[in-house]
């Protein structure tokens, strides 16, 4: 491993997955390691930098697919618990506040039940009627009728992260051991590979300069097929979240609160306590960018407005929960780009015609909460010790999305329960919320 570890590597995108991988490697010692991203850390495009995400319980992931599928799920999630729980990196920003998910429809709340199994045993706590969900918060807090609502109540083991401080935290910690963050466009916007002698020797930046490595890592999340052919194994695919602004009063009140999930509706975690601002996010099958007239290809674009849609979900979403708040303008709105598997496990494998070349892509919306070990795996992947389950579920896959339909929900509920074209969406159907441009 000593001629590895003093080899040249480049990672492209300093994203969530692409800090990990420069904190993992420079943890293992490797010494010229150099990262490219567009933006400053935390990137405006990086799905990580978000306020918060959610930290499920260890074996919340684990549902479809084979028992190599489940195990891999199970463990990638009982490490990276450990991980929020013991590394001093991390620790900081992992909130157990308990965790409350929900459905609507009957069908759902079976679904829910036969994927999550959430009995007593586990900890979980049935939620049966709308006093039942109000009496997981503070008073006041949650002053809705949850009309239809079931769901079950988990205190332990499981709650929100800090993503965008998480994500800032790895990043500085991979430069301060070494790291080389090269940022900011030209000179961190990577436009191609380096495709040579039936390899990859590195890529091109804007600024047009070539940079070589011995190996190259791409941690491009939802612009990777940008960059290289992905067979159609992923696809770019957009969510939204909107912000409102709290009073300091209500920021203490809304103070260590669980996570609050309904699969059909959305999803909230307690108010951000430098912003004082409360991050709602409607739940929905997502929305693509088809930019080819066979939905082909969807085109990854950054806007922080989102789609007027979405907005009526996050209100309907608040009317049923806090109805109080249900008509307070939004301060922020954006959509948040992530790229889906077919069946949404990771893809993160050595590419099988340019040996130099790993990938660390396909998030597929659950990949925020791994950022504390999902480096590891892909320095495993680089250095060809990969434990065999893994690489069997992670794999290069291109057979998995031959024909593969764009418009596949994905296990995904809510919203018109379909995915949904923003190339189809006019101007006029988005939010139009007015920003003091400096701070965004
Ligand atoms: P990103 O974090 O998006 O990073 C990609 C990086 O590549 C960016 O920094 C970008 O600037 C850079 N890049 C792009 N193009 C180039 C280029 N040409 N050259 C160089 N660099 C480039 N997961 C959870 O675990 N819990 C949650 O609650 C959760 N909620 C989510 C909510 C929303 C709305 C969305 C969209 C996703 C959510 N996820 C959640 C999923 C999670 O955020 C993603 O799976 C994860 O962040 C993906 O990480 P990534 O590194 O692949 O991509």
């Not at 430069?175 to 590979?193: D, E, M, N």
């Not at 097929?225 to 602004?245: E, S």
């Not at 430098?274 to 709602?280: M, P, S, T």
């Not at 290809?297 to 979405?310: A, C, D, E, G, M």
Request: net charge negative; glycine share 10%; with cysteine.
């Amino acid at each position: 491993m000593a001629d590895l570890k003093s080899s040249s590597i480049l990672i492209i995108g300093c994203g969530t997955w692409g800090a990990s991988t420069a904190l993992h490697l420079a943890r293992r010692g490797y010494k010229n390691v150099t990262i490219l991203d567009p933006y400053e850390v935390p990137s405006a495009i990086s799905a990580g930098n978000d306020i918060n995400k959610i930290k499920g319980w260890a074996d919340n992931d684990s549902s479809g697919g084979g028992v190599d599928e489940s195990y891999v799920r199970d463990r990638v999630s009982q490490e990276a618990t450990a991980a929020w729980e013991e590394d001093e990196l991390f620790k900081p920003f992992y909130h157990e506040t308990g965790y409350v998910i929900a459905a609507t429809q009957e069908k759902h709340v079976k679904d829910l039940y036969d994927e999550e199994q959430p009995t007593p045993e586990k900890g979980f706590v049935e939620l049966k009627s709308a006093e039942d969900f109000r009496k997981t918060m503070p008073e006041g807090v949650l002053t809705g009728d949850f009309p239809g609502w079931k769901g079950w109540f988990k205190k332990e083991g499981c709650g929100w992260v800090h993503a965008r401080k998480a994500l800032e935290a790895a990043a500085r910690e991979a430069q301060r051991l070494g790291v080389k963050l090269v940022t900011g466009s030209p000179q961190g916007a990577v436009t191609s590979l380096i495709f040579e002698d039936g390899d990859v020797r590195g890529v091109r930046t804007v600024d047009g300069i070539e940079h070589r490595a011995d190996r190259t890592i791409l941690c491009a999340g939802a612009n990777a097929p940008q960059l290289l052919d992905m067979k159609d194994q992923l696809r770019p695919t957009a969510w939204t979240l909107a912000h409102i602004k709290m009073t300091p009063e209500e920021v203490k009140l809304y103070k260590n609160l669980p996570v609050l999930f309904n699969v059909e509706r959305g999803f909230f975690m307690e108010p951000d306590e430098d912003a004082h601002e409360l991050k709602i996010c409607d739940e929905h099958p997502g929305y693509c960018n088809w930019t080819t007239p066979d939905h082909s290809v969807s085109t990854p674009f950054s806007k922080h407005q989102i789609p007027l849609r979405s907005e009526k979900g996050v209100r309907l979403f608040l009317r049923e929960t806090m109805p109080h708040l249900a008509s307070r303008p939004f301060s922020f709105a954006r959509i948040c780009w992530c790229a889906d598997t077919p069946n949404r496990d990771f893809l993160i494998s050595s590419h099988p015609d340019y040996p130099s070349l790993i990938l660390g892509v396909g998030g597929s919306g659950h990949g925020y909460k791994h950022i504390p070990v999902i480096g590891q795996y892909i320095v495993d992947c680089l250095e060809g010790r990969m434990d065999e389950r893994f690489r069997k579920v992670w794999r290069w896959r291109p057979e998995t999305a031959v024909g593969r339909d764009g418009s596949d929900v994905q296990g995904r509920m809510g919203g018109s329960y379909k995915v949904l074209n923003l190339a189809e969406i006019g101007e006029e159907e988005w939010t139009k919320i007015q920003y003091d441009h400096a701070k965004l």
